[in-house]
C-alpha cells in the first residue's frame, strides 16, 4: 500500500516533521483506520525518497504520541485507541488549520426539485405495486448465453467511446421493431438510446425548457415527468384527462414548449387517447409549434382490439418526439429506454446527450439488440403477455367476486388497473390504510408513482393496483383481504356512526 | 405481426373506408415497407373485430390502386413500385391532412451546446489519442467469470428498481478503496455510481448552476466540462495554470459557484497542483462558499513519489466534490464513475440523480463491485500501470532520440505527457496536422479533448501525446515519423523563406 503522502523538500518545516503531521492527519481524517498496519519504514523512505531515520523518527514520535502501537508478531499499526490530545492538535497543523471553517457560509443550492417514488414505500406480502415486473419471468438463460456469446467478441467493446446514441445494433433493431409494431416511419439515426425513459424525459427537458418555460402535463400524471419539469423550474399546466384521453380542448392556445402525454394507456387511469383527440392534438401542436411528447411505457401488452398507432405514425409535421422503454417489457435494471426524434432534433440531442453522459455501457446495449435481432424477444413478450392477461383476468374476477359490478379502466392494456370506487366506500386513501394494515399494497393517485395537481376529478376515488409481479394466488388473497377490510371499516362505521342504534348493517 | 390499425363503428366514414385509409397511410408512412407481406384477411378480420368482407374489400381497394399485389406463391404484400398516385392523397385522407403542415413555425431550442470530442477525430495508424485504452489489457477472462458468478444469483437484478445512488455493494468498494488510495475519510452513503465523468459533472451542473451562474475552471481546461457549463448558460470564468497547477491567486475574489480542476494530473498539461496551493485553494473555498469539484480522471496511473492527498482528504471545511471514474482504469464501455459528495449534498444529489435517470444498471454494478472486492481491481491496475511506464519511458525516449533534451511535463502520472516545442519548431497546430498527412496522430490544446479559452500561455508550443494504447514499436514508429515530418518542414521551409540563397541547413 503506498501511503498518500507528499514531502516538500524546501518547505520551513523538516521532512520529519512534515511526515509526522501527514501521518497524524491521515490517522485523524480515518483515511489510516485503526488496526491499520504502516508500511515498513524501509519501503516508506524508499517510496518518499527520504533517509530511512526520517521515517523512523516520525514513526517514534507517532508511537509516543500514541497513534501508532507496535506489537512483535503484528508489526507496527494505527492505534485502536487513539489519544485524546488527537483532538488538540498543533497550531500550524493541517487538521487545526481547516478545522476552523467546519461551519461557514455556503451560497444555496440551484437545484429544486422532489423526488419521484419509483420503489414501493413499503414491503407489504401481497404489493400491487404499478409497473413492477415478475423476476421470475426475466428471460434468464437466453440472457446468459447472448451475454456469453456478445462476450467471445468483446474486441473494444468495453475499451472504447463510442457514439454517444447508442450502440448501432441497437438503434436498428429498434427501428426495426417499431415499424410494424407501431406504425411509425423510423430510421436508426432517428434513435438515442438513453438509460431509462426518466433520462429521456431529462433530455427533453434540456433540449427545450429553460427556467419559466411553459410545459403541459396530464392531470393526473406520471409523477417523475411532473417532478423533472418542476425541477426544470418550468411553469407546469396540467389539463385534465377523461375516459378519452388528454382533454385536448383545455390545451393553452399558445405559448407551450411542449405536451407529455401516456396516449396509449394513460399514466395512471388507463385511458386510451382517442384517434379523433389523436388528430386534434397534433393539429394543435402544428399551429402552436409545441412538441408532443409521447410517452409510450408500457404499450407492449395490448390484450384486446389492435395497437393504435402511434402519434409519431400520424404526425407528418415532426411535432412529435417518442419515447420507449425496455423497463417494462425487459427489465429496469438494464435501464435502457429510448428517444425517437424528429430529424431536425437528432444533432442537438446527440450534443446534449453526449454533455449529459457520453453515451450508454456497452455490455447491456450489445446483449439487447441481440435479443431483439434475434426473435427472442417477440418470443418474450407473447409470454409474459399471456401471463399478465391471466394475472390481470384473475384481478377483475377477484374485484367482482367480492365488490359487484365494479367500474374499472385500463384494463385493455398495461401492468395496472384503476378501479373508480362507488359511492358509499372510504376515500381511495383511506381504504389504501386499511388495506396496508392487512399487508396488502393498493395505491391513490396521490401515493403511486402518480402526481395529481389538485384539482383532479379522481384522486379520492381511484385505486390503482399493479398485477403484473404478482401470482395468481397472491392476487386473490390480496383482494380478499381488502374486502376484509372494507367489511370491518362498514362496521366500524356503522358502529361509531350511530352507537346508540342497531346497525342496519348486523 | 398485429397492425396498428384502429376502427371507430361510430365514425363517418365506413369501417372500409377507414381501413383502406389507415392502411394506405401506413404504406405511405412506410409502416408497412414495400415487399412487406399484409395479414390474411381472416387473422386481421378477427383482429379488428369486423366482417371478413370488410377486409377483402379493403385489400381489393388497395390492390386495384396499385399499393399492394398478390402472387401465388407470396400471398398478398406491399408493392414494390408504389403508384405516382400515392403522393396524392384524398382531401380527408389522414396524410394529406398532416402534410400541409410540414414546414410550420417551431419556437427555438433552450438548449445550446458544443459536442466534446472523446474519440479520436481521424483514424490515424499511429494515433496518440488522449487517455485512451489498450483492448488488449482489458482482464476479459476475469470479466467473464465474474459476468456469470453474478448471473448465478442475479435474483431481481434485472427487475427491479434500486437506489438511484448506485448499488450498495459497490458504493462499499469505492469506499474501501478510496481511504487508503487517496486518504480520504468516506463512507460508502457518500458515494453516487454515475455514468462515467461526464454524468457526475453533469449531475454537479444540476446542483449548483443556474443561468449566469459562475463558474471556474483552468485554463486550458478538460473540454468536456468546459462545455457543460457553458450548455448551462453560466459564467465561465477561466484561470490560468502553470507548473504548479491552476493560480489559486487569480481565482476570483467572490461570487463563484465552483471551481473544477484536475489536481493530481491536469488536464492537459500535466501538472500536479502543489501542496502549498491546495491548502490556499480549499481556503479560498471555505471563505467564498465556493465548492470545488475535485476531478481526479487518471490519479491510479503514479509512476514516481507518492500519492497527493486528495483535496477531498484535506479539506474539513465540506467545499470539495470528488469525482472518480473507471473509464481509464478499467473501460469507458462500463460508463461507471461516482461522486463523493460532502455530507450535506448527499440528499438533494440523491433526488437529482433520481430525475436524471433512477440510478445506473445493475449487471455492470454488481460484476465491478465484485472485481473490486476480490482484489482483482488492484491486481489489474499493477499491471497495467507497469505497462502503461513501459510505454511513457519508451514515448520519452524516442522523443530525446529525435528531438534531443525534450522538456516534458505530466511525465509523473497518467496516460498522456505534454511536449514543450522549442523556439524555431512550427506551431503545435501545424505539426499535428504535418504529422497527421504521415498517419500519426498528435494533438495540439486546441484539437484534443481540451479547451482553452483563447488567450492560454501553452496554446500554440504544446503538443500532447497519449501512450496508453499504442505498443512499444508503434510508438518509436510513430515518432519517427514525426521526425521525418518535422525535417522535411525545415528543408521546405529554408527553401521557400530564402529561395535565391542556398541554404545553411543543405
Not at 157 to 186: C, N, Q, S, W
Request: glycine share 8%.
Amino acid at each position: 500500500m503506498e501511503l498518500p503522502v507528499s514531502l516538500d523538500p524546501s518547505g520551513r518545516q523538516s521532512l520529519q516533521r512534515q511526515l509526522f503531521e501527514q501521518l497524524r492527519g491521515l490517522i485523524l481524517g480515518a483515511g489510516l483506520r485503526p488496526g491499520t498496519p504502516v508500511p515498513p519504514s524501509r519501503l516508506l523512505a524508499r517510496q518518499l525518497g527520504v533517509s530511512r531515520n526520517t521515517v523512523v523518527l516520525a514513526y517514534e514520535r507517532l508511537s509516543a504520541e500514541g497513534y501508532l502501537q507496535t506489537r512483535s508478531a503484528l508489526g507496527t499499526y494505527v492505534s485502536h485507541d487513539l489519544p485524546d490530545s488527537s483532538l488538540r492538535v498543533d497550531a500550524d497543523g493541517i487538521a487545526d488549520r481547516m478545522s476552523a471553517g467546519r461551519r461557514f457560509p455556503r451560497s444555496s443550492l440551484a437545484f429544486r426539485g422532489r423526488a419521484q417514488a419509483v420503489v414501493s414505500p413499503g414491503k407489504l406480502e401481497f404489493d400491487f405495486w404499478l409497473g413492477r415486473l415478475d423476476p421470475t419471468l426475466f428471460p434468464l438463460s437466453t440472457w446468459r448465453r447472448l451475454v456469453n456469446q456478445v462476450l467471445e467478441r468483446a474486441d473494444s467493446g468495453f475499451t472504447e467511446y463510442r457514439d454517444p446514441t447508442g450502440l448501432f445494433e441497437l438503434r436498428a433493431a429498434i427501428a426495426d421493431h417499431l415499424r410494424p409494431a407501431r406504425g411509425m416511419k423510423v430510421e436508426s439515426d432517428q434513435i438515442i438510446v438513453v438509460a431509462g425513459a426518466q433520462q429521456g424525459l431529462n433530455l427533453i427537458a434540456r433540449l427545450l425548457l429553460r427556467e419559466g418555460t411553459r410545459v403541459v402535463t396530464e392531470n393526473p400524471s406520471y409523477q417523475g415527468a411532473a417532478y423533472l419539469f418542476e425541477s426544470y423550474r418550468a411553469e407546469v399546466i396540467p389539463v385534465p384527462v377523461d375516459e378519452n384521453g388528454l382533454c385536448v380542448d383545455a390545451l393553452p392556445p399558445a405559448g407551450a414548449a411542449l405536451v407529455h402525454l401516456t396516449p396509449s394507456h394513460q399514466y395512471p387511469m388507463g385511458f386510451t387517447l382517442s384517434l379523433e383527440r389523436r388528430m386534434r392534438l397534433l393539429d394543435w401542436a402544428r399551429q402552436t409549434g409545441a412538441y408532443v411528447v409521447e410517452d409510450d411505457y408500457d404499450s407492449d401488452f395490448r390484450y384486446r382490439g389492435s395497437p393504435l398507432m402511434a402519434l409519431m405514425g400520424l404526425d407528418q409535421a415532426e411535432s412529435v418526439i417518442y419515447l420507449g422503454t425496455f423497463s417494462k417489457s425487459v427489465g429496469t435494471g438494464l435501464r435502457v429506454g429510448y428517444l425517437v426524434l424528429p430529424r431536425h432534433l437528432i444533432e442537438p440531442a446527440r450534443t446534449a446527450k453526449a454533455l449529459l453522459d457520453n453515451g450508454h455501457a456497452w455490455l447491456d446495449q450489445a446483449v439487447l439488440a441481440e435479443f431483439i435481432a434475434s426473435g427472442a424477444y417477440d418470443t418474450h413478450l407473447r409470454r409474459i403477455r399471456r401471463t399478465y392477461l391471466e394475472r390481470r383476468d384473475c384481478l377483475i374476477d377477484s374485484l367482482r367476486n367480492h365488490f359487484g359490478n365494479v367500474m374499472l379502466t385500463g384494463t385493455d392494456s398495461g401492468m395496472h388497473l384503476a378501479w373508480h370506487l362507488p359511492a358509499g366506500f372510504p376515500s381511495a386513501a383511506e381504504l389504501q390504510a386499511l388495506a396496508a394494515e392487512r399487508a396488502v399494497g393498493v395505491y391513490s393517485l396521490r401515493s403511486g408513482a402518480a402526481h395529481d395537481f389538485g384539482d383532479c376529478a379522481y384522486s379520492d376515488k381511484t385505486l390503482l393496483f399493479g398485477y403484473s409481479s404478482l401470482d395468481e394466488a397472491r392476487i386473490r388473497a390480496g383482494i380478499e383481504r381488502v374486502a376484509d377490510a372494507l367489511r370491518e371499516w362498514k362496521r366500524t362505521r356503522c358502529t361509531s356512526a350511530r352507537p346508540a342504534r342497531t346497525c342496519a348493517d348486523r
